[in-house]
C-alpha cells in the first residue's frame, strides 16, 4: 500500500493560515501537520521527524509547505530547513508566505500572455511589498525592463540592489511615486503595468492612467475595494476596455489557485524540490 | 466529486476543547482544522482564509465551530466573524462554548416534555452560569415565567435586564439563594428546577426539595458528585420516585450529544446557518 | 460501523513532535489530534474531553500518546491523566518522550540476543540521561548487575537511587567515567556497553575499548557522527568486527520502529493499557 500523502504545514504566524490548509486539503493531502509561530531556530526538530521518520525510499511521500504574513521570515526559514537536509534526508519543500509566490507568478504569466518580455518595459507599483518584489523579480528574470515604485525611494533603491545581487544583469530601476506626476513619469514607456501595494491605496488615478498610451495590459492585484488602478473590477480577466487589457485580483487567482494545486502535486512526486517563485512560475506555464 | 467537509474549530482557550475535536470527528467532518486562542482580533485572517479559498458554490462543505469554556468571549469571536462575512462569501457556523447551548437545549428540551412551558414557572438555580443563562433564555423564550437563582442577587438581577433586553416581554427575576430559606421561596410555586451550577456544590438539599410540592420535574446538570439536588442519580432519565420526574447529567447529555451531532450535519447542508441556543433548541425538538 | 481510532499526542514541548505524528499517521491512526505545552495542570480537561465524549463501549478507539524532549514532565502529566481516569472511563496509554522508551528497548533486546542477562554485567555510558534511564532500568528487571555511569557521580547516584526505590532488588551501582581511567574500571568484566549519551561526544575511544576483553555487544545510540563508542558505525545491526558484536544507531532504530507501531496498534485493543518502558520491552520481544 501506498503510504499517505503528509504535508507539514511551517507558519512564521501566530496561527496556522487557514487559506493554506484548505488549499492543501483540496489539493489532495492524505494527511495535513499545521505549525504555528515558526522560526529557524525551532524548525531543526520537526524537520528531523520529517525526514528520519518514513524510509529514504518513501521520503517522496511527505512534503512541507512554508507560509505565513512575513515573506523574509518565511524564507529564513526555508534557508534553515535546507541546511537540516542531508544526503538522500530530504523532503520537497513549497515556499508561498502569504501566497506571494502565486500570486506574482500567476500576474506575471498574465501580463507575459499579452505583451512578450523581451524589449518591453514593466513598471510595478507598490514594488517593495512581497508580492511586487516577486513580480519584480520574476519580470526581470525573463528580461523585462523593470521600474520597482514607492512611495518611498529609499525602499525601492533597496530591492533594485536585492534584485542585481541575485542576477547582476538584471534591469530594474527604483523610481519614487509619491504624486499623480511621479507615478506618470514611472509609467512613461511602459506597456506593463502591475500594482501590488497594500489593500485599499488607489496607486493609479483615472487620468493619468489615460495618458499612458503605452500601456497594452494592466493588472490589480488588490481584492478590496478601491482597486489600486481607477477602472480595473476585481473579476477582470483580459478584459478589454479603452484599449487596455485588464486583470482583476479574482481573474490573477484562478491562476494563482490552479498553481498553488499543482505545485502541491509535483512536492509528492519526488522528495528534493524547491518550489519558490521562479519554479512556482515555470509550473504556472503549464496550467 | 464532492468536496471534503472541512470544520475550523475556533475556541478561545489556550487548547482547543478535545470534546469538540472528538464530537467533530464522530459527527462525519472530513478534515478538522483546530485552532486555540482565537479572540475577535486574531479570527478576521483565518475566516478569510475559510470563504476565499472554496469557490461560493463550494463553501456549504467549509463550516466554523466556535468553542471554548468562556461563553462572552466566544459571542464576541461569533460577533467579529458574522461582520467579516460578505455577500455569498459566508459558511454555516455553530456557537457551543463548553457545551453551554446544548446542554441547556437538551435539559430544557426535558423539562418541557413534562411540563408545558405557558403558565409554568421553572427555578434555574445556578442561573447566572453560562448554562444557567441558556436555560433561563430557553425557558423564557417558550413563554415560561423563570426565577434565576444566584447567590450573588446583582448578578441574578444582571442576567434578567441582559434576557429582557433580547426580549421585553421575557417573564424573569432575580433571586437570591444564599441560605435554604431563600431556595425554598425560589422554588414556591415552581413546576421546573434546574440545577446549573458549579461542580461538586449542592445547591438544593433534600428536606428543601420535599417542601416543595409543586415541583413535578428537576434537572440537575452536575456530573460530578456531590450532585446539584440532592437525590438526582447522574444517569437519571425520566425516573420517577418521591412523585419527582429526576433527570441527571447523562440522562441529558445523551441528547445533548443528538442534538451537536446533528447540528454538525446542518451546517454543511447550507453556507448561511449560525446556530445559537434557539437554533440548536428548535433542532433538538426534531431529534 | 466501526469508530475511527482517534489519537491524542500530548507533547510537553512548544511544538507536537513530527516524529510521533508521522508515525501515528503510518502507524494507522485515522485521526491524530495533536496538543502543545502540556502539563499536569492543563493535561485534565483534555483527558476528561477524551473519556467523556464516546460511550464507554466505544473508548477502546480511542488513546493517549505522551510525548515530548524532557522525560520527567511527560511522566508528570502521565501520573495526572491516570489520576483524571476513573471506573470504566479511561483510555489507553503510551509513553515514549524523545522516543526513550521504544529506543531502550530496543536496545536492551538486542544486546540480551547475544549475553543472557542472568550474571551478566552491563554498564551504561550516559547512564543519567533519558535513554540512558530506561536502559538501566529494563537491564535491572531483567536480572543483570548494571553499572550506571556518568561524567558526575552524584547524578549516577542519584539514579541509582530512584532504580533502587523502584526495585529493592535492583543491581546497580554508580560509577564515574570522567577520565578514560574510570571508564575502563566501569567497564572492567562488563559482557554488555551502551553508550545512551548526547550528540556528537565520544563516550568510549578505541583503545580503551580494545582493554575491555570480556566485552561481547557494544550498542551506540548516537545517530550524529562522531559515534558514542569508537568504531561502530551507525548501521551496524549484530556486526561483527574485532571480536565483538556492533549495534549503531539506525541499526536498533529499527526495531524502536517496529515496537513504536505495534504499541500504536494495541493501544487501540483496549481502553485501559497503560505503555511504559517495561510494557513496551515486552512487547518488543514479539517483534
Not at 505583451?115 to 512581497?130: D, R
Request: proline share 4%; with cysteine.
Amino acid at each position: 500500500m501506498s503510504k499517505a500523502k503528509i504535508l507539514l504545514q511551517f507558519d512564521t504566524d501566530a496561527h496556522p493560515s487557514a487559506f493554506d490548509s484548505i488549499v492543501a486539503i483540496d489539493g489532495g493531502v492524505d494527511n495535513l501537520l499545521t505549525y504555528h509561530g515558526i522560526t529557524p531556530h525551532n524548525v531543526t526538530e520537526l524537520v528531523h521527524g520529517a525526514i528520519f521518520t518514513r524510509s529514504p525510499d518513501d521520503l517522496w511521500r511527505t512534503a512541507i509547505f512554508v507560509g505565513g504574513s512575513d515573506v523574509a521570515a518565511a524564507e529564513a526559514v526555508l534557508e534553515q530547513i535546507r541546511h537540516t537536509f542531508f544526503g538522500p534526508l530530504r523532503v520537497s519543500v513549497m515556499l508561498d508566505p502569504g501566497g506571494a509566490n502565486t500570486t506574482a507568478a500567476a500576474a506575471v504569466l498574465a501580463a507575459l500572455r499579452h505583451v512578450p518580455p523581451k524589449g518591453a518595459t514593466a513598471t510595478v507599483l507598490g514594488g517593495t511589498g512581497p508580492v511586487g518584489q516577486r513580480c519584480a523579480r520574476l519580470l526581470a528574470r525573463e528580461g523585462a525592463t523593470v521600474r520597482v515604485c514607492s512611495r518611498s525611494i529609499g525602499r525601492a533603491e533597496a530591492v533594485c540592489s536585492g534584485l542585481k545581487s541575485r542576477d547582476v544583469d538584471a534591469q530594474v530601476s527604483a523610481h519614487s511615486t509619491r504624486t499623480p506626476q511621479e507615478t506618470r513619469a514611472a509609467l512613461e514607456g511602459s506597456q506593463i503595468v502591475i500594482a501590488a501595494g497594500a489593500a485599499g491605496v488607489e496607486l493609479l488615478d483615472e487620468a493619468t492612467r489615460r495618458e499612458c498610451t503605452d500601456l497594452k495590459v494592466a493588472i490589480d492585484l488588490n481584492a478590496v475595494p478601491p482597486a489600486g488602478i481607477a477602472g480595473i473590477e476585481v473579476v477582470d480577466r483580459a478584459a478589454e476596455r479603452d484599449g487596455l487589457i485588464y486583470y482583476g485580483a479574482i481573474g490573477v487567482g484562478n491562476t494563482k489557485m490552479r498553481i498553488h494545486k499543482n505545485a502541491l502535486q509535483l512536492l509528492f512526486e519526488m522528495n528534493d524540490r524547491i518550489m519558490d517563485a521562479e519554479e512556482l512560475f515555470e509550473l504556472g506555464r503549464g496550467v
